[in-house]
């Protein structure tokens, strides 16, 4: 089934001269880029974002993390691309995230592990929402 799914190419890979490469991912993939935007967010922002986590302790350093520099927010189109891209970004921990993934070739990180992808249908819809409110 087609449908819609959110991406953050997150502040260590735009750090790091990464976009370029993440994007290609998807695009190589065959997914349809259908919105793209650089932006730095405040913590408001992120709190929204990753409201589901801001009670957790990993949380404030995530916090500063995704708030540290410029990131680029996608919107993909593409049959499954909700599973199809958290397939493609690999486990969270970029230590055991599996070669061939994102996040298995390029992060040796479980905090700063290049992207994000929704992880369910209404979790998509609530950040695309959130994110893209035109859309
Ligand atoms: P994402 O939401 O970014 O696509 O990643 P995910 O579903 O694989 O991971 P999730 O559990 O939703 O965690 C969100 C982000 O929080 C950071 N994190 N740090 N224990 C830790 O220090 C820890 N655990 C998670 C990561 O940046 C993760 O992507
Ligand atoms: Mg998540």
Known sequence: MTQRTFVIIKPDAVRRGLVGEVLSRYEAKGLTLVAL???TIDGAMA???YAEHVERDFYPPLRTFI???????LVL???ESI??????NGATDGRK???GTIRGDL???NRENLVHGSDSPESAAREIALWFPEL
């Open 83 to 88: 599973e199809v891209v958290r397939a493609l």
């Open 97 to 99: 995230a599996a070669p």
């Open 77 to 79: 189109e593409g049959d």
């Open 47 to 49: 709190d929204q974002h």
């Open 37 to 39: 935007e650089q932006r």
């Open 107 to 109: 992060s040796l990180s």
């Open 67 to 73: 708030t540290s520099g410029p990131l680029v927010a």
